[in-house]
């Protein structure tokens, strides 16, 4: 069974940083590019932040580059998505997503293989 967890939301103030992130079992998650996407409930998901299988580049939506990084940790078969200087548009769910095929980014969900259930973030001003 394949399953990714994400973790680190929670409810901050505008300004604040958070940390989330994702581990992935039953796979080896540096086979897989990795992207973050976040979803309000009236919106389409939208990829935030991603990093490459094998060669690790990364991509970040003009939303929240220069605020967001996104990370390998190898020891724990994990993606972090560090968010700092958070703004109330950050507002939503953030889910981690795995894909099996190369591209810079991969910005079409049904090119990922698997997904967390996602976790919530809330930026009040």
């Known amino acids: 069974q394949v399953r990714l967890v994400e973790s680190g939301g929670g409810l901050v103030t505008a300004g604040s940083s958070l940390t989330l992130s994702c581990v992935a079992y039953?796979?080896?998650?540096?086979?897989?590019?990795v992207g973050w996407f976040r979803r309000t409930p009236g919106m389409e998901r939208e990829l935030v932040a991603f990093?490459?299988?094998?060669?690790?580049?990364?991509y970040y939506s003009d939303s929240v580059t220069g605020r967001f990084t996104i990370s390998r940790d190898y020891a724990r078969n994990a993606v972090h998505l560090q968010m700092n200087t958070l703004k109330p548009e950050d507002t939503a769910t953030y889910y981690c997503?795995?894909?099996?095929?190369?591209?810079?980014?991969?910005?079409?969900?049904?090119?990922?293989?698997?997904w967390g259930q996602g976790t919530q973030v809330t930026v009040s001003s």
């Open positions: 997503s795995a894909a099996w095929r190369l591209g810079i980014p991969i910005s079409d969900p049904k090119d990922y293989d698997y």
């Open positions: 039953g796979v080896t998650f540096t086979n897989y590019a």
């Open positions: 990093v490459q299988l094998g060669t690790d580049s990364t």
